[in-house]
């Protein structure tokens, strides 16, 4: 195997940009699929595409982190946003999954509600990476996300307070909790990809 003496920046970064590119593009389906709720299990196979791509993306950028010897940032750095980016779209397939595993008749507007968060959090998330390469001017972009994930906090946790008020049955209160957590999963999931990028750029 070749091994590469000199960084292939470029590589690096469009695969990092199409990443979380990949998860805008699955948020934006989910929260198509909880508005409309035409078609669920149409919508569940939409989703899981992307999120099959977004494991191609991580995987390439894994096979360039072996096979070159020099890299932009450090290494461990690179493996944490590439794996980062792609448990964002793990968690949010697996939300809609749920949707047609459980045949949910409708979404609820705390789904809805945290369907319109992911796509919002997403959307930092890509601005930030897309900045990246130049390791400045990211302040602002982990910022909200930080700000837009405590918002998600706070429907989650009004949901599942909610949910266990006593005028659920038992396997609706299962079923949106399971729901609701994968959804604060994948919000979750994109302020640690924040909190990877902070790191990169205060090391720089």
């Not at 934006?28 to 977004?54: F, N, T």
């Not at 980062?84 to 949010?92: K, R």
């Not at 959804?183 to 640690?192: P, Q, S, T, V």
Request: net charge negative; aromatic share 8%; glycine share 4%.
């Amino acid at each position: 195997m070749r091994i590469r003496l000199f960084p292939k920046d470029p590589a690096f970064f469009d695969l990092f940009n199409s990443s979380a590119d990949n998860a805008v593009e699955g948020a934006q389906l989910y929260l198509e699929m909880c508005e409309r709720y035409e078609d669920p299990a149409a919508s569940h196979k939409l989703i899981r595409e992307k999120e099959h791509q977004g494991d191609e993306y991580t995987h390439e950028i894994i096979r360039n982190l072996n096979t070159t010897f020099v890299t932009p940032f450090d290494r461990e750095d690179i493996h944490a946003l590439a794996t980062g980016l792609d448990d964002i779209m793990d968690f949010v397939e697996a939300a809609a999954d749920i949707f047609v595993l459980h045949q949910i008749g409708q979404p609820t507007a705390t789904a809805i509600e945290q369907a319109r968060i992911l796509v919002r959090i997403t959307q930092e998330v890509a601005a930030g990476v897309h900045g990246l390469r130049k390791f400045k001017g990211l302040e602002k972009h982990w910022v909200e996300i930080n700000e837009i994930e405590n918002e998600g906090d706070t429907i989650h946790r009004r949901a599942v307070a909610e949910l266990f008020s006593g005028d659920h049955k038992a396997l609706e209160v299962l079923t949106w909790k399971e729901l609701y957590e994968q959804a604060e999963e994948a919000i979750d999931a994109c302020e640690k990809v924040a909190n990877i990028l902070e790191a990169i750029v205060l090391k720089q």
